[in-house]
């Protein structure tokens, strides 16, 4: 069977299980009418049940069997599919996909100045994608892109980067 990516999860919500969820733009609406997705666990797409889905902005999910925090914090970061043919074919990607929105929750090394601290959110800016980081007490942008990207190790969820002289302290 084949899947298309149409959003991944984000960080959890509470304390019941919940899970914040980025979905494209163009599957929203075909999202919210799911009782199932699947997620990318160990490169394995495995299905799970949406119990509910609430929220404005953010879109916060509880699937079905995560009632904790603790099995909630297991899903964060993963791709969320569909297969292909649940998915209408009028509806097409606006925009690039956020090619780093799998690397919340990853620690970010610079080879420099050392560990920088973990990836709470990335975000998608007009320019490009950036990682929300909290280093020596505050929240600090670094821009993700192939210049300052050294590697990426999904297995020990670690970002090396290189990034410019002084850019940690603006």
């Known amino acids: 069977m084949e899947y298309i990516q149409i959003g991944f999860t984000r960080k959890t919500h509470g304390i019941g299980g919940e899970l914040k969820v980025f979905i494209e733009e163009p599957y929203e609406d075909t999202f919210l009418k799911k009782d199932r997705v699947f997620l990318n666990i160990r490169?394995?797409?495995?299905?799970?049940?949406?119990?509910?889905?609430?929220?404005?902005?953010?879109?916060?999910?509880?699937?079905?069997?995560?009632?904790?925090?603790?099995d909630a914090l297991l899903l964060q970061s993963k791709g969320i599919f569909l297969p292909t043919g649940e998915v209408p074919e009028t509806v097409a990607p606006s925009g690039p996909f956020l090619a780093y929105g799998r690397i919340t929750g990853y620690m970010v090394t610079d080879q420099a100045a050392g560990e920088v601290g973990v990836v709470a959110e990335v975000l998608n800016m007009p320019q490009q994608e950036m990682a929300l980081v909290?280093?020596?007490?505050?929240?600090?942008?670094?821009?993700?892109?192939?210049?300052f990207i050294v590697s990426i190790d999904d297995q020990a969820k670690k970002v090396l980067v290189h990034l410019p002289e002084g850019l940690l302290h603006l």
Do not use: W
Not at 51 to 58: E, L
Not at 134 to 147: F, H, M, S, T
């Open 134 to 147: 909290r280093y020596q007490g505050r929240e600090v942008l670094i821009p993700l892109n192939a210049q």
């Open 43 to 70: 490169g394995i797409k495995q299905p799970f049940f949406i119990d509910h889905i609430r929220g404005g902005g953010d879109l916060i999910v509880q699937f079905e069997d995560i009632s904790t925090r603790e």
